[in-house]
């Protein structure tokens, strides 16, 4: 089976390096987090109130009263909570996650029908993330931001997020994707270290 829509091909003479979105897998890490962090929290829950029912001394209350006293909506309050409250921070970031595109010109984000670049000439340099989760874009003095406000002095930026942190073999291979496009665009930009954000 062809793999070619979902791993762009490396650049090549006069070509681009394209990473789509991935919105569909993005959504679905978010909610794989989601429901981890639940399950932990529903497991701490019980694993606490199963350790206070075998400590209690109390003659008068049973081991069995002890684990049923917080009914099912005690024990899934927090998780539930904590779970929904997670999909609302994540979800939307996750949707509108852009397309990359590197190439001549420089580096692009495209969503919907608008995209930025940052040309070339604009980049000092560029790396990751201790983490190796964000593109870090080091831009020089007089650069304008994508959001259009004009830089006083070189700085770094966070410009692109790799992915869900639990699918480290896509995060390796997108970075390893766009650090050949960066060489082949711009040789000798990209930094081994990693950057910290500003």
Do not use: N
């Amino acid at each position: 089976m062809s793999t070619s829509a979902a791993t762009p091909a490396e650049p090549g003479a006069g070509g681009a390096l394209v990473l789509p979105p991935e919105r569909g897998r993005r959504v679905l890490g978010v909610c794989a987090v989601a429901v981890a962090l639940m399950a932990a929290l529903l497991l701490l829950e019980a694993v606490s109130i199963l350790g206070a029912a075998a400590l209690s001394k109390s003659p008068a209350v049973g081991f069995a009263e002890i684990v049923a006293a917080p009914g099912v909506a005690g024990y899934a309050a927090l998780p539930v909570a904590t779970g929904v409250l997670t999909l609302l921070v994540s979800l939307v970031p996750a949707w509108r996650q852009p397309e990359l595109r590197i190439d001549a010109a420089g580096l692009t984000t495209v969503r919907g029908r608008r995209a930025g670049t940052v040309p070339w000439g604009d980049v000092e340099a560029t790396g990751f993330t201790r983490g190796g989760g964000v593109l870090v874009l080091v831009l020089r003095a007089h650069a304008a931001l994508p959001g259009g406000r004009e830089l006083d002095r070189s700085r770094p930026v966070p410009y692109y997020a790799l992915g869900v942190a639990v699918r480290g073999r896509l995060r390796r291979e997108r970075r390893r994707r766009i650090r050949v496009a960066i060489e082949h665009f711009a040789p000798g930009r990209h930094a081994e270290e990693p950057l910290r954000r500003a």
